[in-house]
């Protein structure tokens, strides 16, 4: 609970004068020493000095600053309905200071020190972004430098009896139900905390902003599901009640453990509606999908994008930064079922991506190729690099460029089979029935293959083509769909090949039982739970999971435009007409089973 500011009133009864000491007002949960407040600085936003009290007459009437701020302080506001005051600070980076709120008769009623303005990140989610840099497996590097004095971590988290599960209250809430402070980061504050959230801050800090102050807002909770920080508008535009259905987790039908919608973000998120911020951070979904509370990719879309309108509506700023990291691989023992029947990571993380391609100000980090055989990975150091690489390019006006911060994009797919034959889905290679797309790519200098961590744990094995193989041939992550109207659609593992011209893929399946009229439809790539290869470009970073994507039947045309392409794809003008090259020839190559 924040502190609350005291003041003597005195009244004369006759002839005495009678004095008590009354509370006058109350202060955002954040205004504690060694705080920082978001700056200006780079297109900051600035902040809200905030708190609440019962009477206009008892709010502070100015805040000071010493040494004197770089920048202005608004006049005090009162919000009668929900009893809140605010100062608007706009600030340029720098520190440190005091700071001090006075009361109307000029005394000094709270003070903070060791105060910084710098920039804010608020990091939210469940167990991934509550996952410590004490269990990360480059943790003893991290932590031996971890003695960041511009660096300041606040957590909201390391109280396993917070939040509560209970119906939601409509508003939310003014305050956390204990004190919480900030701490400056050394080997012991940053032990507990995010990993995720710290990583990320400290690549920022390497490739960006230097010694700026950066303050850390840890808000996540384990096993949480997304409708729970959902606003109860969001939950009501995507046709859900506040009451959720009791999940299936394993096979425990018990685990009930969030019942209601919106609570998370009441508790969680509501003390902090309006403290500055540079990005909001995201790291959530494996509760959405077969760990719990099951949901589409068409829902939980609906949901994500809805929860980013309703966080932004609530700080009054529809432009804050909203950057995320899909979900990482994961095989949930090794037991190999996931990989088999996708187990909703598609879903998920192609929800994630969609919200990034329809609304402005979205980024997110790929992680599948981070994997674990449990749900928590503690590869988490290149997680927090790219993560920062999206948050330079996102919330930092294009500090760093967009082609520095993303993998390769897909541009198109086409059938080269239907385009050698047309009217054919198939044709005989080596003597197999086979199809074959090409995926065009943009961003792809030093395009190449690359394991998988923990790859080895997998069927198929890493990049490696299995039954003797041809070397640069990887398996196991692509897919193509033959599509004929009396069965709807097949899908069948494909190899893969880099092009020559290595802006390109060759995507080879091999095909049993084809309908007489099929057509070569859809293609769809790293979806799985546990993708064992990643096509990256030279900065290491993998060419996002997408699909179904629909596949042109022909890639010679003159100026040709797929009808549909990747919803990743960057806009570019058309490439120049399209030769495609003779059937690959996979000598004694045992082709992969149909998916």
């Known amino acids: 609970m924040a502190a609350s500011a005291m003041i003597s009133r005195c009244v004369f009864l006759g002839a005495a004068l009678l004095c008590r000491t009354v509370a006058t007002f109350e202060t955002m949960d954040t205004w504690t020493n060694h705080a920082v407040f978001q700056s200006t600085t780079d297109g900051g936003s600035g902040t809200l000095i905030y708190g609440f009290s019962t009477s206009v007459d008892d709010v502070p009437k100015n805040l000071s600053s010493v040494p004197p701020i770089p920048g202005t302080i608004g006049a005090v506001a009162y919000d009668k309905e929900s009893k809140r005051w605010s100062i608007p600070v706009h600030v340029s980076e720098g520190g440190p200071f005091t700071l001090s709120l006075f009361s109307a008769d000029g005394k000094k009623t709270s003070s903070i020190t060791d105060t910084w303005f710098g920039d804010v990140f608020l990091c939210s989610g469940q167990s991934n972004m509550e996952f410590p840099v004490n269990e990360i497996d480059a943790k003893d590097s991290v932590l031996a430098a971890a003695d960041r004095p511009n660096l300041r971590l606040f957590s909201a988290t390391d109280d396993t009896t917070f939040p509560s599960n209970t119906p939601p209250t409509g508003k939310p809430a003014n305050h956390f139900p204990r004190p919480v402070s900030w701490v400056i980061s050394n080997a012991g504050t940053a032990a507990s905390f995010s990993a995720v959230c710290y990583l990320s801050a400290i ?90 509370f099951h949901l589409t990719r068409m829902t939980y879309g609906c949901l994500l994008r809805e929860m980013i309108r309703g966080w932004r509506q609530e700080w009054g700023n529809s432009a804050i930064p909203f950057n995320l990291v899909q979900l990482h691989s994961c095989d949930l023992g090794n037991t190999g079922q996931c990989y088999a029947d996708w187990c909703n990571y598609g879903d998920i993380r192609m929800a994630h991506s969609d919200a990034a391609n329809e609304l402005d100000g979205v980024g997110f980090a790929v992680s599948f190729d981070q994997g674990h055989s449990g749900i928590h990975s503690p590869h988490k150091s290149e997680v927090g690099r790219r993560l920062a690489l999206k948050i330079l390019e996102v919330a930092y006006d294009g500090a760093v460029a967009a082609a520095d911060a993303n993998g390769p994009s897909l541009v198109s797919a086409c059938s080269t089979t239907q385009t050698r034959h047309p009217g054919a889905s198939v044709e005989t290679i080596n003597g197999n029935s ?15 293959f690359r394991n998988t961590m923990e790859c080895e744990t997998q069927t198929p094995v890493c990049c490696n083509a299995t039954g003797g193989g041809p070397p640069g041939v990887a398996v196991g992550i692509a897919q193509i769909q033959l599509c004929d109207v009396w069965s709807g659609g097949t899908w069948y593992n494909a190899t893969m090949q880099i092009g020559p011209d290595n802006g390109t893929i060759l995507l080879t399946a091999f095909v049993t039982n084809a309908a007489p009229r099929a057509t070569v ?75």
């Open 203 to 292: 690549n920022i800090m390497k490739l960006h902003s230097g010694g700026r102050a950066i303050g850390l807002i840890q808000t996540a909770k384990g096993g949480t599901p997304i409708e729970g920080w959902s606003t109860a508008a969001g939950l009501r535009k995507c046709h859900l009640g506040v009451t959720l259905p009791t999940p299936f987790q394993g096979n425990d039908v018990s685990q009930n453990k969030w019942s209601y919608g919106t609570t998370l973000f009441e508790q969680m998120i509501g003390p902090f509606i309006g403290t500055g911020v540079r990005s909001f951070l995201w790291y959530q979904g494996e509760a959405n999908m077969n760990e719990g």
């Open 434 to 448: 086979a199809t074959q797309v090409l995926l065009t790519l943009d961003n792809t200098a030093g395009l190449a």
């Open 521 to 595: 439809c859809q293609v769809r790539m790293t979806l799985g739970a546990f993708p064992s290869c990643a096509v990256v470009n030279g900065r290491g970073i993998p060419l996002a999971p997408f699909g179904p994507v629909a596949v042109s039947p022909a890639c010679t045309m003159p100026g040709h435009t797929p009808p549909q392409t990747s919803p990743l794809s960057i806009p570019r003008t058309p490439p120049p007409a399209y030769t495609p090259p003779e059937a690959l020839l996979l000598n004694n190559y045992q082709p992969p089973p149909p998916a």
